[in-house]
Each structure stands twice: as structure tokens, then as C-alpha cells.
């Protein structure tokens, strides 16, 4: 079937549409009544533009696009797994050694040598770190290199 | 003559060391963000709007520095449409046409010359423009109603996806889906909680910051993930510059055509810089006739688009700077900077924060004249830059990007949200959801609901009164218009665009 992926994206939406507008219906009345709009009235009229645009798209989809399969798939997850992990451990590592990681790990992905990858990933992370807490004296985490 | 004596208030603003240093760090950076492919303007201003934040800039100086680098980036498309054949920036694909093959014929350093001449009399047509249009506008947009404002706010959405615009409905998703993102939080005029599912983070809404940063930075990260690109590509070497005062003068003319439709289409709702420079580029070649030889690196073919896609960058500030409505991602972006500073965008900005929108007006013109100097004689500065492949350039700008949205609150599940809108967004520009409208939505969608509100209060409820007066149906009407336009005229422009490129001789 073509446009399989306007279509499912369309059935979400529509999903997404259903419920935002239901939710909207659940709030009480606001103290005082309310004067034309009340908080439901802009969410509802939100929700029915959602749904026809859902549907229009389910009926009427485009052309389906080039979806990543395999190791292009597998490259995109691993990307944002080091993104999450690198949220992750900013604190506790601090800047520059998370950072160091993640930069690294990100051009090394994309295809430069590991040395050199990790290289410009300690490189950038020295340079912003010493330009943020010394030059503009906003602090980012330190962690495990201690205050300095 | 009171215009005037604003845009000397603007330029004692603007001529502050302390701005004039932001100014010049704005128009390096931004000319560096249009010329590296993977950051485009939009983006690059985006990553920069944390930083301005967090570095507490008083207002005007966060804006001459944000102003000055989306001037910037108009500038830095063209260095890699002449040097690589790929744009740096949308707008400036046309310029490719004639810039590279002027570079193939070892004319390189005479093509960036010339285009940065021409990007600056576009610039300053441009700006010359909004200065005499902005405040005619402004004291129109004054008899507004909220009627009229909600009406304007339909119009911006409708328009967004412009002529060239491929499927108008998917602009209307993501208008829709980035108004409802905007409704999470505390309602502000009952105080009811709204899809905040009892997460603290969420009582204040969603920062708009970050999901646009997420949007735009975290997506192209992916997206080059996927194409592989991260080698980058060959480039012509700079050659030595040949260029001839008389060669200048002979475009002159040409320079003034193409700063003037650029202008105008950058005004116009539903055109903007990059159907701008494709007038300025047929028309050029219509008038020249067989005079010309274009395709094969005429230079005025290098003029036209981009004093085209220049002027049009001045006039997108137009709708922005009086209305409060941007038409462009990049102005989006600028509105955005607007709102968290604090300023409420539209005519009343220029009575009330006169110093702010003079100031700005005053940058462009100084940074122009920074631009042009820089483009010149220091760009070998930014060609060797050019050289940097993305592979090293994306995980710091995503780094960048990082380190931005971290400073502002100090928390991670900033960043973990940040991630989210990435992945999102990368999927819904595999989908072709455009993802300015969501942008769009989520700036514009708090004030639609209040002027909604404001109508309905004034009318005791009674919703015809939001086209009751001619100037709301106008709205309404060109809104309706901006919807069935492109699906009438969209096809026909876009495959005459499609044709000009491919009767060039080095597309492939």
C-alpha cells in the first residue's frame, strides 16, 4: 500500500486529536463561570482541526519517503542512545569528561577515526568548558574532576 | 522626517562599543552558520537564543547580536553554493546556478566577491524598505482589534507553507500540533491546569526554547547520521581575484532589480528569500535575454539571487518587527528571543521599546557594512572553515546546543525533553511535516487564545464577531487563499523552479 507512513502517522494524530479534545472536556468549570471561553473552549476547537487534518491525511496520503532499514537504522538509534547517555551522565561525570564521550562517540559514528574523534571531543570540551566558567562565569558541572 | 530621528536613536544604540562588539561577533558567526551546510539559519539562531539568555544581555544587545547573525547567514549561504555546489542555506540554491560553474572556470574568488557586493546592495534596498515601511504599517496595525489579531494569526499559519508550499493540510497539522503543545501548562486566565499530568516541570509549560532548539539542532544531527554525509564534499579551489571596478558598476543594475523583488517578496505573507531569489534570477534572465549567458557563470547571475535573497531577508522583518507574525523560520526563530525577553511583539514595540526596534534597524545597516568587509578580504577565513567536514562540525554544534539549553535552568530533564522534540522532529521531517508552522504554533498559540478570549468577551459571547469588520474578512479571505493557492499554482512554480535548476550544466 503507498503512503503507509502518511496513514499511520494520520491514524496517531487522530488518536492524539481524540484525546487531547476529551481531556479538555474533563476540567470543572472554572470559580466564577465562565465568560465565552473557558479553558476547554481553544483546546476543543484545537482537537477538531487535528481530527480533520488526521483524516484528510489517512484518505489523501503523499507518497511514501525512503524509511533508514539496517545499519543507517542502527546508527540513528545508537546516536540517540549516546545523546540520552550523555544527558545522563553530565552531571555525575561533569562536563568535560561526558562531554569528551559524547562528542567523541558522535564523530566516530559518523565516520571519523576514533583517535582523532575523541581528540576533538576533549579539545571542544576544554575550550567551552574554560570559555563558560571562566570567561562568562556561568558554571557547568565539574563532577568527578572536583572544583578547580 | 520623525522616521529619522528614531534611526538616529537606533544608531546611538547600535554604535555602543558594547553592541557594535556583539554586532561583529553576530555577522562573523552568522555568515560561519550560513556557509557550513547543517546549519542553517533557522538553527544557528536557535542555538545562539540560550546563550544570549543566559548571558543576561539587556535586550537590545541580545537582539542587535541575533539580527546580526541572521543577516550573517544570508551572506555565508552563497560561499558554499559557489564553492561546492551545494546551498549553505535554502535561499541560496539559486545561487549555485551561475556561482559554481564561475568557480569551475577558475573565477572562484570574483564569483564570492561580486555576490558579497550584491548581497549587500540587496541588504540595503532591503533595509531601506523596512524602514519606511515599518512604521506605516505599525500605526496601521494599531486599529487591530483582538478579532482582527486572531484572524492575522490564521492568516500567518495558512501562508507559512508559501506558494511553493507542497501539501497545505501538513502545514495545518503542524500549526495544529504546535498550538497544542503551547496549551500545556497553567491556564492564564482561569488558572486551570491543562495536560500537565501532575509533572511539577510541566506547571509552567513547555519551554519554547528548547523544543526548538530539539526541533531543529537534534534532528539535523540526525539527519546527517543518516545520509552519511560526514566526509563532506570536494571543493574549487579560490583562484586569484580578476574582478574589474567596471564589472561592478555593469551589475549595478541588476543589483538594484534583484534587492527590490527580494524585498517584496520578502514582505509578501507566503513568499519569502527563496522564491525571492528565483524571481530575481528568472527575471534577470528574462530581461538579459540572449545578452546573457546564463548556467555557464554569468555574473549576474551570481548578482541577482543573491541581492534577492538578501533583500528579502530585511523585508521578513517587516511582518515581524509591526505585526508580531514572522513569515520565515529564521524570523520565527527572532519572535521567539522576542517573547523571552519579555518584549510583546507587534505595533505598540514601536512606541514602547522604540530603542529596541530602532536599535535592531540601525545593526542591520552597521553589520552590513561589517559584512561586507568581512566577506571580502576575510574570506579566506571562512572558505578554510568550510573545509571542517561534518563529522567533527555536528556533535559540537549538538554539544553547543546541549550546553545552551542546560545553562538556562540547570536541570537535565530539559535535556531529556530536548531529545524528544529532536526525535520527533526528525520524524516528522521524514514525513514532510514542515516543522517551522509547529514553531510558529507554539509562540503564537498563547496569544491566539487570548485574543480569541478578548473577542468573545467584548462580543457577550457571540462568535460572529470574529469576521465582523471588512478588515477581518480580508484576513480571513487571504488566509483562505494561502490554503487553495498552492494547491492550484504550487505544481506550476515549483516544477518551473525544478526546470531552472536542471538546465544548468552541472546539475546532475
Not at chain 2, 30 to 50: D, E, K, R, S, Y
Not at chain 2, 251 to 265: D, H
Amino acid at each position: 500500500m503507498t503512503g503507509l507512513g502518511d496513514r499511520i502517522l494520520g491514524l496517531c494524530l487522530l488518536v492524539l486529536a481524540v484525546a487531547y479534545g476529551w481531556v479538555a472536556q474533563q476540567w470543572p468549570e472554572p470559580f466564577g463561570g465562565t465568560e465565552g471561553v473557558g479553558p476547554e473552549t481553544f483546546p476543543t476547537m484545537l482537537a477538531v482541526v487535528l481530527a480533520v487534518g488526521s483524516l484528510y491525511l489517512m484518505v489523501k496520503p503523499d507518497a511514501d519517503t525512503q524509511w533508514p532499514v539496517g545499519k543507517t537504522a542502527l546508527e540513528l538509534v545508537v546516536s540517540i542512545i549516546v545523546l540520552v547517555i550523555y544527558a545522563l551522565l553530565l552531571e555525575p561525570l561533569g562536563f568535560v569528561i561526558s562531554t569528551t564521550l559524547a562528542v567523541g562517540a558522535l564523530s566516530w559514528r559518523m565516520g571519523a577515526p576514533a583517535k582523532s574523534a575523541f581528540a576533538v571531543g576533549l579539545v571542544s570540551a576544554i575550550a567551552v568548558f574554560g570559555l563558560f566558567n571562566y570567561g562568562l562565569s556561568l558554571s557547568l558541572p565539574t563532577g568527578l574532576l572536583g572544583d578547580f | 522626517m520623525e522616521t529619522l530621528g528614531f534611526l538616529m536613536d537606533g544608531f546611538a544604540v547600535a554604535l555602543t562599543p558594547y553592541n557594535l562588539m556583539f554586532a561583529l561577533f553576530g555577522a562573523f558567526v552568522g555568515t560561519l552558520i550560513g556557509c557550513l551546510p547543517g546549519l542553517g539559519p533557522a538553527n544557528g539562531v536557535a542555538i545562539l537564543i540560550p546563550l544570549a539568555f543566559t548571558l543576561g544581555l539587556p535586550p537590545e544587545t541580545a537582539m542587535i547580536l541575533l539580527t546580526s547573525v541572521y543577516a550573517g547567514a544570508m551572506y555565508g549561504g552563497r560561499i558554499s553554493s559557489i564553492l561546492l555546489n551545494i546551498p549553505g542555506d535554502e535561499p541560496a540554491m539559486m545561487t549555485c546556478l551561475d556561482g559554481y560553474p564561475m568557480a569551475q572556470k577558475g573565477r572562484a574568488a570574483d564569483a564570492l566577491a561580486i555576490s558579497a557586493i550584491a548581497s549587500f546592495a540587496g541588504s540595503l534596498i532591503g533595509t531601506i524598505g523596512l524602514i519606511m515601511l515599518a512604521p506605516v504599517l505599525a500605526r496601521f496595525a494599531l486599529t487591530f482589534g483582538p478579532a482582527e489579531y486572531f484572524a492575522l494569526f490564521l492568516l500567518a499559519f495558512a501562508t507559512l507553507g508559501g506558494i511553493t508550499g507542497k501539501n497545505p493540510m501538513k502545514t495545518v497539522i503542524a500549526a495544529a500540533m504546535g498550538i497544542m503543545i503551547s496549551t500545556v501548562g497553567i491556564d492564564i486566565s482561569t488558572g486551570t491546569q491543562r495536560y500537565t499530568g501532575g509533572v511539577l516541570e510541566l506547571y509552567e509549560g513547555i519551554d519554547f526554547i528548547l523544543a526548538i532548539v530539539g526541533l531543529f539542532a537534534i534532528s539535523e544531527l540526525l539527519f546527517f547520521v543518516e545520509a552519511r554525509m560526514g566526509k563532506g564534499r570536494s571543493k574549487v579551489k579560490m583562484g586569484k581575484m580578476t574582478l574589474t571596478f567596471k564589472e561592478v558598476v555593469s551589475t549595478v543594475p541588476t543589483q538594484l532589480r534583484g534587492g527590490l523583488l527580494g524585498f517584496i517578496a520578502g514582505v509578501l505573507p507566503g513568499a519569502g528569500a527563496s522564491l525571492g531569489s528565483f524571481i530575481s534570477y528568472t527575471l534577470e534572465k528574462s530581461v538579459l535575454g540572449k545578452k546573457g549567458r546564463f548556467g555557464e557563470g554569468d555574473i549576474r547571475g551570481v548578482v541577482a539571487p543573491e541581492a534577492g535573497n538578501n533583500g528579502a531577508a530585511s523585508g521578513a522583518l517587516v511582518p515581524m518587527l509591526t505585526l508580531g507574525v514572522p513569515g520565515s523560520g529564521t524570523t520565527a526563530v527572532l519572535l521567539a528571543m522576542l517573547i523571552s525577553l519579555n518584549i510583546t511583539p507587534g505595533p505598540l514595540m514601536f512606541t514602547q521599546n522604540a530603542d529596541i526596534v530602532w536599535g535592531v534597524i540601525a545593526a542591520l545597516l552597521i553589520g552590513n557594512v561589517l559584512l561586507l568587509i568581512l566577506n571580502i578580504p576575510m574570506i579566506g577565513v571562512f572558505v578554510r572553515l568550510l573545509s571542517v567536514p561534518p563529522m567533527y562540525l555536528l556533535p559540537i554544534v549538538t554539544m553547543v546546543a546541549f550546553v545552551g539549553i542546560y545553562s538556562i535552568s540547570h536541570s537535565t530533564f530539559d535535556l531529556y525533553f530536548m531529545i524528544l522534540f529532536g526525535v520527533g522532529g526528525y520524524l516528522l521531517r521524514k514525513l514532510e511535516i514542515p516543522l517551522v508552522p509547529i514553531i510558529l504554533g507554539l509562540l503564537l498559540g498563547p496569544e491566539m487564545e487570548k485574543n480569541l478570549g478578548h473577542a468573545l468577551i467584548l462580543s457577550d459571547g457571540d462568535w460572529t464577531t470574529l469576521w465582523s469588520s471588512p478588515l477581518s474578512i480580508g484576513l480571513w479571505l487571504v488566509a483562505g487563499l494561502g490554503l487553495v493557492l498552492p494547491t492550484l499554482v504550487g505544481p506550476i512554480l515549483r516544477r518551473r523552479m525544478r526546470n531552472a535548476i536542471k538546465e544548468g550544466p552541472v546539475s546532475d
